[in-house]
């Protein structure tokens, strides 16, 4: 895993300019804490920051390649690919010779084969920047589901990109400038594709291709969800289920360095971490190794609410018991107050957070993992792969006419603290959000003859794999990458992901419970406590010193001469303090609590990111 940049110029000769790429690369040194490095060429300047997981000695890059005696070919990669042995292979029988181990010369000899082509053989989480010095052309590419992230900023004369945000922004020909539009997508969670927020610049979207030349960029893509008939019956298709869950994680145990796994005591991590045990038990090795979070004093304090109905500690002991060399780390709810943890995660972020302090405690479970390790599993998406949330099964979040899950937030206090603060209205975010509501609609795949109840079915399911499950993807792959540490992400296989969005979604739920493929799938590797377990998201401090922290803070803000003001008036922000504290998150992103610690790291973004807010309305 590692973090990528680079800049192509047709009228500079970017040899001279290695300055402002050394700045670039600069940016990505945590993504990528082991290696560094950088090639140049008239038009082109690639950079690399290396996290070593796989051939740690001949994977340094960029990398380059020569066909024919042509001009070299050079990639800048970020990512896995779990099937490169048996491209490798197949390269090789057409001819292919490898100076390493790497995947990053199999993805580059598979361009040299296949040409564009190339990116529909790949299985994995990528990102990368080809320089074709052939036709002096550059191509982006980005994997299915958008596990690792890649930006560009189309130039006068060519294109600036990079794995983050501040990767770009480090140039000094570019000023990070937000627009209403940005502010709306930070605050409506509608994770528009191809939306990077700041003015300028874009995101390559998932299983997308960019290709840069003299002529312009064009964008195209390789791969889309896409509708079919699902001729498999319930036995088969459990079956089916359990087959691509262990080709999956089997492929995705391949690591040169510590593997571990992230356990919740939920189904899901559950489940990778099973298999994650049976793989490497069949391969002769150690037991999987898995971390866990809780707040000190947790237990004794939960108290069950709409949102959490049990703490995770007694479910994570269960899962633990046979199969796994645990440890459970506990952070002082302390440590989530301090300035340099929410400086970190917003720099990781390039934005203020969405769920506050559980970005934060994220961030300091990684920091502890990564001293222990370098790969993680994760049970990330599988909820929105599965149907796992409440909103999934609620009628009414189902039959309304917007994102479904901003129902819950809202029945939770939803609008109200935006509209508080003054956001809702100024930033018109019901319009907005009705405006990429019918745009995510519009993309759906139509399965002819399927019932109107599986229709709309798949129209939600649509909508959490294409949009909301971009957002916790981001929210991990940044935070993790922070502290150098690659998660991977089973349930987001392009084979799972297509198999089961097309299975019927009476199927899905065939026992009246949510994620009942997923529970048939996996039911003889777990405790049956934890597979019938409801869904419990990740954990939210519940010491309400954290919240009376947060609001002594935001005070400071609506006293003081923050930036924040021009977006919130001062009345607003007293409005908000004066509502009943201990809330504890339950409303998500639009608690008031969740908009106090937007607020807050608004003010921290705005100031200390030098961020340009433009062309307000209202």
């Not at 390493?100 to 580059?108: K, P």
């Not at 919740?264 to 002769?284: F, I, N, P, Q, Y």
């Not at 392009?494 to 089961?500: A, I």
């Not at 048939?520 to 954290?546: C, F, G, M, V």
């Amino acid at each position: 895993m590692c973090g990528i940049t680079g800049w192509v110029s047709y009228s500079r000769d970017l040899r001279q300019h290695g300055a402002e790429l050394e700045a670039m690369v600069a940016t990505m040194a945590c993504r990528g804490p082991d290696a560094g490095g950088t090639w140049r060429d008239r038009h082109a300047a690639l950079g690399h920051r290396r996290l070593a997981i796989i051939d740690l000695e001949g994977g340094r890059q960029p990398m380059t390649a020569e066909e024919s005696g042509h001009s070299p070919t050079v990639i800048s990669y970020s990512g896995e690919v779990y099937n490169f042995r048996e491209l490798r292979a197949e390269l090789r029988r057409r001819g292919h010779r490898f100076r390493t181990a790497s995947d990053t010369e199999v993805v580059l000899r598979a361009y040299l084969e296949w040409g564009d082509a190339f990116a529909e053989r790949l299985n994995g989480m990528f990102a990368f920047a080809i320089w074709d010095a052939r036709t002096e052309e550059l191509v982006l590419v980005r994997d299915r589901m958008g596990v690792k992230p890649l930006f560009y900023y189309p130039t006068g004369d060519g294109v600036l990109f990079g794995s983050e945000h501040k990767a770009i922004t480090a140039h000094p020909e570019v000023r990070a400038r937000v627009d209403p539009d940005g502010l709306r997508e930070i605050f409506a969670l509608t994770m528009t594709p191809e939306h990077a927020v700041q003015q300028g610049m874009y995101e390559v979207r998932p299983g997308g291709l960019v290709r840069i030349s003299r002529r312009g960029v064009r964008t195209s893509r390789y791969w889309s969800l896409e509708s079919h008939p699902h001729e498999d019956d319930l036995d088969t298709t459990v079956r089916t289920v359990r087959d691509l869950l262990e080709d999956t994680v089997s492929r995705q145990l391949v690591s040169d360095v510590p593997l571990c796994s992230l356990l919740s005591g939920g189904l899901d991590s559950s489940a990778v971490t099973a298999l994650a045990a049976r793989g490497l038990a069949r391969e002769g090795g150690e037991r999987v190794r898995t971390f866990s979070v809780d707040f000190a004093g947790h237990s004794e304090r939960f108290r069950p609410n709409a949102v959490w109905e049990s703490p995770d500690s007694p479910y994570v002991d269960e899962a633990v018991r046979h199969s796994a060399d645990h440890e459970n780390i506990i952070l002082d709810n302390a440590e989530l107050l301090r300035p340099d943890v929410r400086r970190a995660v917003l720099r990781a972020l390039d934005l203020p957070t969405v769920t506050g302090d559980m970005e934060y405690s994220l961030y300091l479970l990684f920091q502890a993992i990564r001293s222990r390790s370098t790969v993680a599993l994760s049970g990330e998406s599988a909820d929105e792969l599965f149907g796992g949330y409440s909103h999934f099964h609620d009628p009414e979040a189902v039959r309304s006419p917007t994102f479904p899950w901003h129902l819950p937030f809202e029945r939770a206090g939803g609008q109200g603290a935006l509209r508080t603060a003054g956001l809702w209205d100024r930033l018109d975010l019901g319009g907005y959000i009705e405006q990429r509501y019918k745009e995510a609609l519009a993309e759906v795949p139509v399965l002819e003859g399927e019932s109107p109840e599986e229709a709309r079915m798949r129209e939600i399911s649509y909508l959490h794999l294409t949009r909301f499950v971009t957002f916790l993807l981001d929210r991990k792959d940044r935070i993790s990458m922070a502290v150098g540490l690659e998660v991977r992400v089973p349930f987001c296989d392009h084979r799972l992901v297509e198999y089961v969005f097309n299975t019927p979604w009476a199927m899905k739920t065939f026992d009246g419970r949510e994620k009942s493929l997923l529970r048939a799938a996996t039911e003889d590797l777990l405790p049956r406590s934890i597979s019938q377990r409801k869904k419990s998201p990740y954990p939210s401090t519940q010491d309400l010193r954290y919240e009376a922290s947060l609001r002594e803070r935001v005070a400071a803000i609506a006293e003081g001469d923050s930036p924040v003001l021009d977006l919130v008036d001062r009345r607003g922000i007293r409005d908000l303090l004066e509502r009943p504290s201990g809330t504890y998150a339950i409303g998500g992103p639009y608690s008031a609590r969740a908009v106090l610690e937007r607020l807050l790291d608004l003010d921290i973004w705005l100031r200390e990111g030098d961020v340009e807010l433009i062309a307000q309305s209202g």
